[in-house]
């Protein structure tokens, strides 16, 4: 075992058995089941290295999207369990998101697109709020790439608070990704459509009709929630913009992100075109954004255009205020991540096998100077080399980079199917640019987190790679094969560097998660029951409508019925409610419980309603009762030992 990284008490005892075992030849039932399970050394090692015994909690929290799944996913780490999924965009039964709940409705109905209900989304990066560039385990953000949509969790209750729809772009991919100090919330809008995405113009316009777009969102840290009113997008010339990232320390108050297709190919092999994917590649160099948001900020407040009823900076109030430059960086660029000093950008090109690291000194020079070069829309552009600082060879398809906590980065290989190990310049080494090890991951990796890896403090030891496909990892379910999440040993501890080892496979059996955030589990601190009885998660405080002990009934007033029903372990009361074929039904339900984890589930077959009411949640649902019948709801949560006699009879009465 790598004796120079920092174990856990569990670990170190573990390890220290197994070894006292073996020497005292009290090893042969270790040895008999390694050798019938055909299992090495290293495997004892990184099972020791990685279990986590029941009770005992991860030190880190990796909050990962659920792809098309449309959730959000948290997993401990180092032992790779799965804890909880999250309902975002995509209704959850088990939370009972989305299945008639008023809050969760609200939410959802937030999101839908032009007046069409949509109940799924491609949730792509998550984005931990932060103070001072850390990690403050208060939300996290999430966009759905699908619909250009950007979503609001809390993580009191990790659940999702707000939706709110991008109403300039279709679907987007740079997002999302906060300012150091959660002010901002940026998402990129990808691909090139006229501005709102709503309004038509032929292919053949592209480049005067078409153009690119990042929208800035304002979010109030004490209200939790974005505010459209106050946020922003500025007009881009119509390439692909795709991942960023914002400035911190040295370089806050600057946000840099990718492009690619400045080659404005617009497809059309039906017709004799180059395929998108070999159009959008041809040119050897695409650009680099730097956007001065600070100063963006104040000048939209005043030059801003109503754009679909959105605050929109055009293109040419950025050029004349000096809001925008752009760097040339190799060809089909994807990630672009700023170090934790926040001195230099990485970026990857996937078509090259260098990192190219610019340095935040030299493009404010380079600005400073002036140029005169410009792109045929008219944005300066500051020469390749008076910006970078270093290349570094990698290997075949660099993507995403991370940092820890001793000057390294990690940058996850495509081609290759690896993660690569380098070591920084500047002020982190005294030499540094440099390749150190590499290992092979499992397979067409793609993201790539290290704990607190988007930081100013990262913590080292892990790595997790995001793979694409997972082949001969685990039993094939049908044609349909899970992602894989591969846990890496970084091999650097106090200065001493060794080779980087894969730990743990984690199938991932939904949708194809994208990209992960890693915090330190301290940092956390959810609510075990809610802070009172009849607390609504929506507004996050007591529902005055919240149905009270003692205090349940039944009320008609003409055809409307309204309902206050408490759960508490083993029923629910009322048991009955009669109501006739037609009535509109009010139901307000509380469960009273302030046990923790005594969730009490409310299924109404026949109605399409689920609730999941944890201790001292109050949750109303409206509804019409239009089909007659009998219709018994349970507690489809294990409610108690009596769980299957927690129910009761919804009565709806035809008309004589």
Not at 300 to 318: E, I, R, W
Request: charged content about 20%.
């Amino acid at each position: 075992m790598n004796r120079s990284k920092p174990m856990t008490a569990v670990v170190l005892v573990l390890t220290l058995t197994l070894v006292a075992m073996s020497c005292s030849g009290g090893g042969s039932e270790v040895d008999s089941i390694a050798k019938e399970r055909g299992l090495s050394q290293e495997d004892i090692e990184n099972a020791v290295s990685t279990y986590t015994p029941s009770g005992e909690h991860d030190p880190y929290i990796m909050i990962s999207s659920g792809g098309h799944g449309g959730q959000l996913f948290v997993i401990g780490v180092p032992s790779m369990r799965l804890l909880r999924s999250v309902g975002v965009f995509t209704p959850e039964p088990w939370q009972g998101w989305g299945y008639g709940g008023e809050a969760s409705a609200a939410v959802l109905d937030a999101g839908n697109v032009e007046g069409k209900e949509v109940r799924w989304g491609d949730t792509h990066h998550p984005a931990l709020s932060e103070t001072k560039g850390e990690y403050d385990g208060q939300m996290v953000f999430i966009n759905d790439k699908a619909n250009a949509r950007m979503a609001v969790v809390d993580l009191r209750d990790f659940e999702t608070k707000q939706i709110v729809k991008n109403p300039l772009a279709i679907n987007d991919h740079g997002g999302a990704f906060v300012t150091p100090d959660t002010e901002w919330v940026l998402e990129g809008g990808t691909y090139a459509t006229p501005l709102p995405w709503s309004s038509y113009a032929p292919i053949s316009e592209y480049q005067s009709q078409y153009r690119g777009m990042i929208t800035f969102w304002k979010f109030d840290r004490e209200a939790r929630r974005i505010i459209p009113e106050q946020s922003f997008a500025m007009e881009l010339p119509p390439y692909w913009q795709d991942l960023c990232d914002a400035g911190k320390l040295e370089s806050e108050g600057w946000v840099f992100c990718n492009s690619f297709n400045t080659e404005m190919a617009t497809g059309g092999i039906e017709q004799g075109n180059p395929p998108f994917e070999a159009g959008v590649s041809e040119n050897d160099m695409d650009y680099l954004h730097a956007i001065n948001l600070k100063k963006a900020a104040e000048v939209a407040q005043t030059q801003a255009q109503d754009v679909n009823g959105f605050k929109v900076l055009p293109l040419s109030a950025s050029i004349q205020e000096g809001l925008l430059y752009f760097m040339p960086e190799p060809k089909s660029p994807h990630g672009a991540d700023v170090t934790p000093k926040g001195d230099f950008i990485v970026v990857a090109g996937k078509l090259d096998p260098h990192v190219t690291i610019y340095s935040f000194e030299k493009i404010q020079a380079a600005i400073e100077k002036g140029t005169d070069e410009k792109d045929q829309f008219g944005v300066p552009v500051l020469d390749f080399d008076a910006t970078k600082e270093a290349q570094v060879e990698l290997g075949l398809g660099p993507l995403h980079t991370q940092f820890d906590n001793e000057g390294h980065a990690y940058t996850s290989l495509f081609l290759d199917s690896a993660v690569a190990r380098w070591s920084l310049g500047g002020d982190y080494h005294d030499e540094g640019w440099e390749l150190e090890n590499s290992v092979p991951v499992q397979y067409n990796i793609g993201h790539i987190s290290t704990p607190e890896g988007d930081t100013v403090s990262p913590d080292g030891q892990y790595v997790v790679a995001l793979n694409k496909w997972s082949i001969d990892r685990f039993f094939p379910t049908g044609p349909l094969l899970p992602q894989n999440f591969q846990l890496i040993d970084n091999g650097v501890s106090e200065g001493q560097e060794e080779d980087m080892r894969v730990m743990y496979d984690m199938p991932i059996g939904n949708g194809e998660p994208h990209s992960v955030q890693i915090i330190k589990a301290d940092k956390l601190d959810p609510f075990e029951i809610y802070p009172e009885v009849g607390w609504d998660p929506g507004t996050m405080a007591v529902n005055p409508n919240a149905a009270k002990a003692g205090e349940e009934r039944i009320e008609r007033n003409g055809n409307n019925v309204e309902i206050w029903s408490t759960a508490i372990r083993s029923h629910f009361n009322p048991e009955h409610v009669q109501v006739q074929q037609g009535d509109n039904v009010t139901w307000h339900i509380t469960n009273l419980e302030q046990s923790q984890d005594a969730t009490h589930g409310f299924s109404l077959p026949g109605y399409n309603i689920q609730l999941s009411l944890e201790p001292g949640e109050a949750e109303t649902i409206r509804f019409v009762a239009d089909k007659p019948g009998i219709f018994t709801w349970y507690c489809s949560e294990f409610c108690s030992a009596l769980h299957l006699e927690m129910m009761g009879y919804f009565m709806v009465q035809p008309p004589a």
